[in-house]
């Protein structure tokens, strides 16, 4: 009998990490640190992101990592801007009421390894959509986009891909 369960068990353990892979995701507990160097930003995703250009945003490169919360997107603007003024500017126009469904009592302004950064929260239909806006090194700034179920927390896997995201020291 206990032979069989182990069989059993050791089936069903297989099944889930196959079941996995064919989503395109690793098994929990296995993420990875992806260093994006030209892009100066190193992150810990359970998945290996999906980059492509943002055809809506010139000179921007998205990084789309999916996984059973939600979708999650870094996205990294190398474009030769004072960030905190971009900073600024977004900041005033929330306030202004100018952000459909913003959240006001989250909009905040916080430091990401020691850079200027803001963050907030809006509802579309019935989605709650986190943003997050960091100013980088040199030219460039990233941000940051997760959604998920107006009637949900904020996943524990955005928190996790929030805290491990850090800078690349400029080689320029």
């Known amino acids: 009998m206990g032979t069989r369960l182990g069989h059993t068990l050791q089936s069903i353990s297989l099944m889930f990490c196959f079941s996995a892979l064919a989503l395109g995701q690793q098994p929990n507990g296995a993420w990875k ?10 992150v810990t995703v359970p998945s ?18 999916s996984f059973e919360e939600g979708p999650f997107r870094i996205g990294v603007v190398d474009q030769n801007r004072d960030c905190r ?19 006001m009592s989250s909009v905040k302004e916080i430091t990401v390894a020691e ?5 907030f929260r809006h509802r ?7 943003e997050r806006y960091v100013c980088g090194n040199g030219g460039f700034y990233y941000f940051f986009y997760a959604k998920w ?6 996943p524990a896997s955005v928190n996790r891909i ?11």
């Not at 640190?33 to 190193?42: Q, R, T």
């Not at 290996?48 to 990592?65: E, F, G, K, L, S």
């Not at 179920?149 to 904020?154: A, Q, T």
Request: glycine letters at 4%; aromatic letters at 8%.
């Open 33 to 42: 640190e992806y260093v994006y160097k030209k892009d100066g930003f190193a």
């Open 48 to 65: 290996a992101p999906i980059r492509h250009a943002d055809p809506q945003i010139p000179r921007t490169t998205n990084y789309d990592v």
């Open 85 to 103: 003024a971009t900073l600024s500017e977004l900041k005033t126009r929330l306030l202004s009421g100018k952000q459909p469904g913003a959240d």
């Open 115 to 119: 850079h200027s950064a803001m963050e």
């Open 124 to 130: 579309v239909a019935n989605e709650t959509r986190y």
């Open 149 to 154: 179920p107006i009637n949900k927390s904020m």
């Open 162 to 172: 929030l805290s491990s995201f850090r800078l690349l020291p400029n080689t320029t």
